[in-house]
Nanobody
Framework: QVQLVESGGGLAQSGGSLTLSCTAS????????MGWYRQAPGKQRELVAT???????NYLDSVKGRFTISRDNAENTVYLQMNSLKPEDTATYYC????????????WGQGTQVTVSS
């Protein structure tokens, strides 16, 4: 099993920055892909960014150039550096990991709230 623990959410002003962290434990050496999703009230959960163990990244179009996902494999931690925050970034952010044989298993963090004021 892979367990994910998130931190770093909070309040920020428009144009400000926050960094989210997600640390994996358990069978963390089997993780192939980690990512961040977000869900705002009344909206569907959407993929924000992903990163593979090898460092390949993918981003939601609306966060490109503002958010950076990174990964420290030795510490089993993935980060989401969020710059130039906008009120529309307000959401609960969830860490995700694909792991195990064929990366067929999925774990989710508990979610961390990000609120961006105008």
């Amino acid at each position: 099993q892979v367990q994910l623990v998130e931190s770093g959410g909070g309040l920020a002003q428009s144009g400000g920055s926050l960094t989210l962290s997600c640390t994996a434990s358990g069978s963390s050496n089997s993780i192939f892909l980690m990512g961040w999703y977000r869900q705002a009230p009344g909206k569907q959960r959407e993929l924000v960014a992903t990163i593979t163990r090898g460092g390949n990244t993918n981003y939601l179009d609306s966060v490109k150039g503002r958010f950076t996902i990174s990964r420290d494999n030795a510490e089993n931690t993935v980060y989401l550096q969020m710059n130039s925050l906008k009120p529309e970034d307000t959401a609960t952010y969830y860490c995700n990991a694909n792991w195990g044989p064929r990366a067929s298993f999925i774990s989710w963090g508990q979610g961390t709230q990000v609120t961006v004021s105008s």
